[in-house]
């Protein structure tokens, strides 16, 4: 198998055997390392934060040795993109429950004040000019 390492480690077996290592001369390098080293749980943290980077077709492996850096910063970009994207969604469901909490304040401060004693459609009848008293 064909990785790209971008940080040092030591891969274990189940009984604690060193696997295999990966030495600083290695890095950002396609370095073989055997197949086993899958069954370590460094080898999935490792892929899944992007500082080793196993390819898994040779189109993969073609755009690795191309330009390993370009990989690794799409791969950094698009978690930053994600976390972007997040924020910008809380930021407009805040935005919206805000809008909507200035709307109804908006609607309570036009409405007219009306006295306890006074109901809507004695309001509606003065207005008419029907309970003009003289």
């Known amino acids: 198998m064909l990785v790209v390492p971008f940080a040092c480690a030591e891969f274990h077996d189940k009984s604690g055997n060193v696997i295999h290592r990966i030495h600083a001369h290695e890095l950002r390098n396609i370095t073989p390392v055997p197949d086993a080293i899958k069954q370590d749980p460094l080898y999935a943290l490792m892929v899944e934060e992007g500082s080793l980077k196993a390819p898994e077709s040779k189109i993969?492996?073609?755009a690795l040795e191309n330009n390993p850096d370009a990989v690794v910063a799409k791969g950094?970009?698009?978690a930053k993109t994600a976390k972007a994207a997040k924020a910008v969604k809380t930021e407009k469901t805040e935005a919206a429950a805000k809008?909507?909490?200035t709307r109804?304040?908006?609607e309570s401060a036009t409405e007219p004040a009306?006295?306890?004693n006074t109901?809507?459609?004695a309001e509606a009848k003065a207005d008419a000019g029907q309970n003009d008293t003289k």
């Open 119 to 121: 109901s809507a459609a």
């Open 60 to 62: 993969d492996l073609k």
């Open 104 to 106: 109804k304040a908006e």
């Open 99 to 101: 809008t909507e909490k």
């Open 76 to 78: 950094e970009s698009n």
């Open 114 to 116: 009306r006295p306890d």
